[in-house]
Nanobody, 123 residues
Framework: QVQLVESGGGLVQAGGSLRLSCVASEPTLNSVAKGWFRQAPGKEREFLAGINWNGNTETYQESVKGRFTISRDNAKNTVFLQMNSLKPEDTAIYYC????????????????WGQGTRVTVSS
């Protein structure tokens, strides 16, 4: 079974940083686009960042542009989200996701999802 497992969440004060990781169980997912999403309680899931299959292209939601950076290390089956200058409104559960389209560019459709890691930013 294909699995994505996020880690790196926690409690941080406003202005601080966290680095999230997402490890895939199968190297097949190294050949697909991946993304990071977040969902706060009672709110819609929100797209944050996407990266194409080989890490050459990135895109970001406007609210995190310049603060968050998505990257990947396919040799380690891992995608990262570096989060800097965190704000209380960044508090949410963060999810990574993977497309099923081989060698794909950034997409808004994802087949595989992790279970999420919680990020809490205090004032």
């Amino acid at each position: 079974q294909v699995q994505l497992v996020e880690s790196g969440g926690g409690l941080v004060q406003a202005g601080g940083s966290l680095r999230l990781s997402c490890v895939a169980s199968e190297p097949t997912l190294n050949s697909v686009a991946k993304g990071w999403f977040r969902q706060a309680p009672g709110k819609e899931r929100e797209f944050l960042a996407g990266i194409n299959w080989n890490g050459n292209t990135e895109t970001y939601q406007e609210s995190v542009k310049g603060r968050f950076t998505i990257s990947r290390d396919n040799a380690k089956n891992t995608v990262f989200l570096q989060m800097n200058s965190l704000k209380p409104e960044d508090t949410a559960i963060y999810y990574c996701a993977a497309s099923s389209l081989l060698f794909g560019e950034i997409t808004d459709r994802y087949e595989y999802w992790g279970q999420g890691t919680r990020v809490t930013v205090s004032s």
